[in-house]
């Protein structure tokens, strides 16, 4: 018996080779976008442009015009002493005519020098008080307040003493002060006290002029 061919075995197939692909990168293109340009900004409407109102002044406070439109009393004349004790410092005085020229010095003594202060003051407060009532017509109570210094100097440099004490007062109240007790004024208050002061200043004064015109001989 012949032997039955043995089948050649069936040729092994080859697995064909898988071609790896190469891993293509991703590209991200970042692109820029151009930036958006801003809308133009529209401007804010100006307003317009109110000025401002004027501020109020303080209010200062009013002193009654009935007060100030009353006139002033009458200062009584009153006796003239034969000692101006209290009226003039006769030390301070003194030293005035201690500036008269010998020379000068004629029969019943001239002193000049000393008589043209004297007569020169006079004329100053004089007219200070007729300035003195024109403030309290105003009424202004700076003004009479500085008239008070003014004339309180001048006096006290001839040593007329209750007239310096007087406008010193009166400077005070100007300044809405009573310093004597240490107090405030209200206007309409001080104003009254410094009507009654004008009186007794101008009465003072009256004294003491006639004093010493009768020093000098001129008394008429």
Known sequence: MSASPVASPAPAR???????????PEVVAKAKS??????????????AEV????????????VAETSAAEPLPEAEEEPLPEDP??????EIFSQIQ???????????????????????YFEQ???????????????????????????KGSS???????VQDSCEKMQHYGNLRDEEVGAALKEDEALKRIKQLLVDCKRDYAVASRWLRRLYGDDE
Not at 14 to 22: L, R, T
Not at 113 to 118: E, L, P, Y
Not at 127 to 151: C, D, R, V, W
């Open 156 to 162: 006290a440099a001839l040593g007329i003493v209750k």
């Open 51 to 62: 000025p401002a109102a004027a501020g109020t002044p303080a209010t200062e406070a009013k």
């Open 14 to 24: 080859v697995a064909e080779p898988v071609s790896a692909k190469s891993p293509v």
């Open 125 to 151: 407060a004089e007219n200070t008080f007729k300035q003195m009532e024109e403030a309290i017509a105003e009424p202004s109570l700076s003004k009479l307040s500085s008239l008070g210094h003014f004339l």
């Open 85 to 90: 004790e209290g009226i003039i410092n006769m």
């Open 34 to 47: 151009p930036s958006p340009t801003p809308a133009p900004e529209t401007p804010a409407p100006v307003a």
């Open 98 to 120: 201690d500036m008269d020229d010998d020379d000068d010095d004629e029969e019943g003594g001239g002193h000049e020098f000393s008589k043209g202060i004297v007569w020169g």
